[in-house]
Structure formats: structure tokens, C-alpha cells
């Protein structure tokens, strides 16, 4: 049975019903993922009376095929050029990423260091690695729509590329080689960065090595620039109650300090 696929796409969420804020934050999605995941942290930053957009990447929101023949340069002209937008129409912006999205949002911010107020980067993959729970949430996700379970749900919701033939998944290589990539590049350019980073990683994280991708953080972003949350309950697109509180003080007390 093929799982139902309904697609995500981009949204903007005003503080206000009136004029536009004097700052916005920038949300980006990760690996095959879509940007309803933002919807709780958008309105963390409305609250705060910041204006939120958050992208869906190009081949996502789509087929398979849709995304096999997307990849990095377009996934960075992407967020680059709504950086570059957004920059006309606001004082300053933060760029908030989860997973690929915190690489790009690095990205963002080394290029527009003279906009970007800051960079938010949640479970990115400096380094990473596969857990069998990861495969068998994988395996749910695709395979088996029946298969109920918090690690498998939210995994389900985040995704955001239909389902496809099997055989085609061998055409994502490519796109796999591109996320790696853009890894070995933000891990080589962390010690450019010129504004405050916020690294939020989960301890049980199936598809990001925890521990190594906070090292390279604290290795190299430059003294003074760096704030790190450990949350120890959440995986990689499971986030508890308890640990979702965590995040929101983290978010909204960054967001008022930049």
C-alpha cells in the first residue's frame, strides 16, 4: 500500500495583522523534509512580535522524481535569494534551520553577514550516522502506512516528498552526495562565523552523531559567538513535551538577545 502524501508548502506568519515587523526570522527545512514543522516556532516568534517565513526547498513538496533532479545549487539559490529578499523588506533577519536546513542557514549567514542576525541551527548534521531505529522509521514511513508509533509519526509529518518506486531511490544518490558536501563544507567554514549560533541537538537523535557534530561546534565557531541546548529526550523529529519547552525558552531568549 502506497502511504498518503499530502504536500507541504511555504508560508509566512505575521506578528500582526498591521504593519510588517521591523525583523523576521527565516525558517529552511531539511533533507526531504517541509516547513509545517516551523508552525510552533513561528508563532514562539510572533509572539515576540517578529514575523516568520519559512521555505519549502526546490523538489520538495513533490514527486520523487521532483526531488532527483533538484540539489544543492538550487537548494542555496533558494535561501539565498529569499535571504536577499527579505532583507529589502526588514531591518535584520534570523535564519532558523532544521537538520540540511542548518547548514544552509550557516551558509546564509556567512554570505549576509551584514543582515543575518543570527543563525539557529536544530539537529544539523556536521556529522551523522543511522541508527536501526532510523531505518525502521524509514521503512514505516515508505512501506507500511499501518505502522503507528511516535518516532514513525513524526518522521511521517516532517517528510515531504511523495512516495516513489523503489527502484527510483538509486536517482537520490546524487542529491546524498550534495548533503554531504555542503557537511564537509560548513565543517570547514564554522570559524568564519561573525553572528551569534544557537546548535540545539537532540541525545537520541537517529541520523545525526550528537556528540561529534557539538564538538565541531564548540571547536570552531569562534569564542564569544556560540550557545548549545542539549535536549536529552528528543530524536531526531521527535521533540517530548518537556523537551519542546526547552527549545522554546532557548528560541525565544535568542531571539531577544540578537
Known sequence: MTPEFFPQTAFVS?????????????????????????RPMAAWANALGLDAVALSLPGHGGTADDFARSGRRAWEECVFGETDRLLTLYRRI?????????????????????GVAGVVCIGCPLHVWVSGRAVRCVVGVRYLPSVRNRFVEAMRRAVNVAPGPTPGYVRWLPRLGDLFAMMRCVRGCLK??????????????????????????????????LQTLILPRSTHFYYPPADSERLREAFTGFLRKV
Request: hydrophobic share 40%; no cysteine.
Open 14 to 38: 505575521p506578528a500582526s495583522d498591521g504593519e510588517r515587523s521591523e525583523d523576521a526570522v527565516l525558517f529552511v527545512h531539511g533533507f526531504t523534509e517541509g516547513p509545517e514543522q516551523f
Open 94 to 114: 534570523v535564519v532558523a534551520g532544521h537538520s540540511m536546513g542548518g547548514l544552509l542557514a550557516v551558509r546564509a549567514a556567512l554570505r549576509r553577514a551584514d
Open 192 to 225: 568564519e562565523m561573525r553572528v551569534p549560533l544557537l546548535a540545539v541537538q537532540g541525545m537520541r537523535d537517529e541520523l545525526v552523531d550528537a556528540r561529534r557534530s557539538l564538538r565541531s561546534f564548540r571547536r570552531h565557531v569562534p569564542e564569544g559567538l
